[in-house]
């Protein structure tokens, strides 16, 4: 069938070993590519910071090195195209010595980003931190920037996003929240996407509140749930609050839309329209009752001479009341734990 149709490339669905793939390519006279090399290469078109572009070649270079034994032959055959973006065609002939060298020195560069990542992290702490999770192509970008007013790449591809982006965002009463997008998740995940991705995924350990972000109108959009919710159990995320957000039902009929509400009993959800902003003051009602559970009510009046204190920290605290008196300013707000020694000065 190959030599019928003339075929360049044969990709298979499934992972192959690299005796699988130095048989096959003794019998198959053209280039093979298996399901994790033709994702790696998706990845690789898609990587646009120093961070990301790092974590590809790690990938694909660790994918790589057990596959190199006894394919002078077949490495020969490599050029451009799918499944040798990335390192590209010289560093797939370089020695395995080379080889691990490279690998050695993408890792300090990684755990150098990594460092920085933790200092910009501490930074950001004390505020609310919110993360959108979600299998590829389901809207999680295009949510994202309609929360934020961003301008994150939206494209009806796989693995637009490959960058983790975070974004401050003023919410109800400019309550002030932390936003991220990540990288979104597929079926039998790569172990090597998820090792050489774990710094970019660690964001989603340190959020208050995950959206599981669901394309309802695909018609796996159950197996999908099963995927994303099964890579955050593998995380040990799975305890954090999720709020599951059925989004794209602009695609969906009235009659489809009634059925999923009844069918779909899962709480907290919401079903939106990222697209269309349809759902979405429902969605922010619920993304601000996630975050607040918990955090206690306060009422406090605050002198005039204090009150320049108090403006300082106004957009960490969710302030639910603010009523001008003669001689003070009276308060009714949710104030997190980390805040709480604000009172006192206040007082």
């Known amino acids: 069938m190959v030599i019928e149709e003339r075929a360049d490339l044969v ?11 130095r048989n096959l390519e003794k019998e198959i006279p053209t280039k093979i590519i298996d399901r994790t090399m033709l994702i790696l290469d998706i990845f690789a078109q898609h990587a646009r910071t120093k961070e990301g572009k790092i974590q590809v070649e790690l990938a694909q270079l660790e994918y790589l090195l057990p596959r190199l034994v006894g394919r002078g032959e077949a490495l020969s055959r ?9 390192p590209g065609e010289t560093k797939l002939e370089i020695d395995r010595r080379k080889i691990r060298r490279r690998i050695y020195a993408l890792k300090r560069e990684l755990e150098d980003i ?10 950001r702490l004390n505020l609310p931190q919110v993360a959108l999770v979600g299998y590829t192509n389901a809207g999680k970008s295009t949510l994202f920037n309609l929360l934020t007013g961003a301008n994150v790449l939206v494209e009806d591809l796989l693995f637009a996003t490959l960058d983790p982006t975070v974004r401050k965002i003023n919410f109800r009463n400019n309550w002030e929240v932390l936003i991220s997008d990540t990288v979104g998740f597929i079926r039998n995940l790569p172990e090597e996407l998820l090792t050489a991705f774990r710094a970019t995924l660690e964001e989603i350990y340190y959020v208050d509140l995950i959206l599981h972000v669901i394309d309802v109108s695909d018609k796996n959009f159950r197996k999908q749930i099963e995927v994303v919710e099964s890579v955050l159990e593998e995380m040990g995320v799975e305890e954090k609050p999720i709020i599951r957000v059925y989004n794209k039902i602009d695609l969906l009929t009235k009659e489809e839309i009634r059925y999923l509400r009844q069918e779909l009993d899962y709480r907290p959800s919401v079903f939106i329209s990222a697209k ?5 003051e429902r969605l922010k009602d619920l993304i601000v009752s996630e975050l607040l559970k918990g955090v206690r009510r306060y009422k ?3 002198p005039y001479d204090k009150y320049n204190v108090f403006q300082k920290y106004k957009g960490k605290l969710y302030i639910e009341e603010e009523n001008y008196r003669e001689d003070f300013v009276e ?5 997190p734990k980390e805040y709480r020694k604000l009172l006192e000065e206040l007082r």
């Open 11 to 21: 990709i298979f669905n499934n992972d192959l070993t690299p005796v699988q793939l």
């Open 78 to 86: 490599l050029g451009g195209g799918i499944g040798t973006r990335g």
């Open 114 to 123: 990594k460092k920085e990542r933790e200092i910009q992290r501490k930074k």
């Open 276 to 280: 269309e902003r349809i759902g979405i």
């Open 300 to 302: 406090i009046n605050i």
């Open 331 to 335: 308060i009714k707000a949710r104030i």
